[in-house]
């Protein structure tokens, strides 16, 4: 096979990386006034409709701590770094419109690597209608770091903070739990047991669905917009990014309330259940622990659900409780287990 010519970084400079890596992208946003190519990006909030908060949020990944290049594709990465940054502003029923990138970059990498990456940055730009408006890259002497900075907007009869959940709200969640957790464990477990093979053939059949969910996961801006296709706004919201545990416990501390979920109703993958059989991991550990999902967990008051029931990929599992009352998971007897966020990784 020819091999691919690598381009070192110092080649082009600073200036002529940018152009490479940037310049196919396009605004999709009324709002961004210039893109990448100045020292600021300019950004006109009167474009986006009336009545609007501005919304800013951050993300970091660390090579060795959030991703293993070993088996992380570049593309994958780019397209993931979009979607955790857009996940934070969906998470307050808002809409991501902008997105700048910083780059910690050791001499390891290649200019065709980095295209990869901003391949993937573009695809996630495409799909989610953010604009790239800009970014910086440094030198780095440990790994890759890709950090993500987003922009966005929500109208302010709509924003969901963490602390509006009120007694008797339903607890709703998007789609499934732990797929993406067990998706890392099917490739930590690939990468040990194929070390040092000169031809490396890693087994995943039949947990594809797995790895997407944790190489390439959704940001739900399909379940923002069927809420307010619906006229549905959530009284509180959190995107679940630290396992649905972590993230409960977050609302119950900032609304001031308790919890009470159902073992029975938790939405769990069979592909999870099935990997979680053969690594002997508990599926409810994974569900409520695993972290890396990017749904969304939000509650809705109770006059609510046939509504929310109305609108697919959406599961009720539970309600909220007057305050003092704890986060507890109520098993199928009847029986309560106090909620706890233990770090599993």
């Given at each position: 096979?020819?091999?691919?010519?690598?381009?070192?970084?110092?080649?082009?400079?600073?200036?002529?990386?940018?152009?490479?890596?940037?310049?196919?992208?396009?605004?999709?946003?009324?709002?961004?006034?210039?893109?990448?190519?100045?020292?600021?990006?300019?950004?006109d909030p009167k474009e986006d409709s009336g009545?609007?908060?501005?919304?800013?949020?951050?993300?970091?990944?660390?090579?060795g701590v959030d991703f293993d290049l070993v088996y992380f594709p570049l593309k994958h990465l780019g397209y993931k770094a979009v979607v955790v940054a857009a996940s934070d502003i969906l998470a307050m029923n808002g809409r991501p419109k902008q997105l700048t990138?910083?780059?910690?970059?050791?001499s390891k990498i290649s200019v065709q690597q980095l295209e990869e990456l901003y391949e993937g940055i573009g695809a996630g730009c495409e799909d989610y209608g953010i604009d790239l408006v800009g970014g910086d890259t440094r030198a780095s002497v440990n790994g890759l770091v890709v950090g993500v900075s987003v922009l966005g907007t929500v109208g302010k009869d709509s924003i969901a903070f963490r602390s509006g959940a009120r007694e008797n709200d339903l607890i709703c969640i998007t789609g499934d739990l732990g797929a993406a957790y067990m998706g890392l464990h099917l490739l930590e477990r690939e990468k040990r047991a194929l070390e040092g093979h000169p031809d490396p053939n890693p087994?995943?059949?039949?947990?594809?669905?797995?790895?997407r969910r944790q190489l390439?996961?959704?940001?739900?801006?399909?379940?923002?917009?069927?809420?307010?296709?619906?006229?549905?706004?959530?009284?509180?919201?959190?995107?679940?990014?630290?396992?649905?545990?972590?993230d409960l416990l977050q609302i119950c501390k900032s609304s001031d309330c308790g919890a009470r979920i159902y073992l029975d109703r938790l939405p769990i993958a069979r592909e999870t259940y099935d990997l979680c059989e053969k690594m002997h991991i508990d599926p409810v550990v994974a569900a409520l622990n695993g972290g890396d999902d990017h749904e969304l967990l939000f509650t809705?008051?109770?006059?609510?659900?046939?509504?929310?029931?109305?609108?697919?990929?959406?599961?009720?599992?539970?309600?909220?409780?007057?305050?003092?009352?704890?986060?507890?998971?109520?098993?199928?007897?009847?029986?309560?287990i106090a909620i706890t966020a233990p770090a599993i990784r």
């Open positions: 096979m020819e091999e691919k010519k690598r381009t070192e970084i110092a080649e082009l400079g600073e200036f002529g990386l940018i152009d490479k890596l940037t310049g196919k992208f396009y605004l999709h946003n009324n709002s961004s006034k210039t893109g990448v190519g100045d020292d600021a990006a300019v950004i009545g609007n908060y501005s919304l800013l949020s951050t993300d970091m990944l660390l090579e990138v910083q780059l910690g970059v050791s087994d995943f059949k039949g947990y594809e669905y797995l790895l390439k996961p959704s940001a739900r801006l399909d379940i923002v917009e069927a809420l307010q296709e619906n006229s549905l706004v959530p009284t509180s919201m959190i995107d679940l990014s630290d396992g649905l545990a972590s809705v008051p109770l006059e609510k659900q046939e509504s929310i029931t109305k609108i697919g990929g959406i599961d009720v599992i539970g309600h909220i409780t007057p305050t003092g009352t704890g986060a507890m998971l109520v098993t199928p007897d009847g029986g309560e």
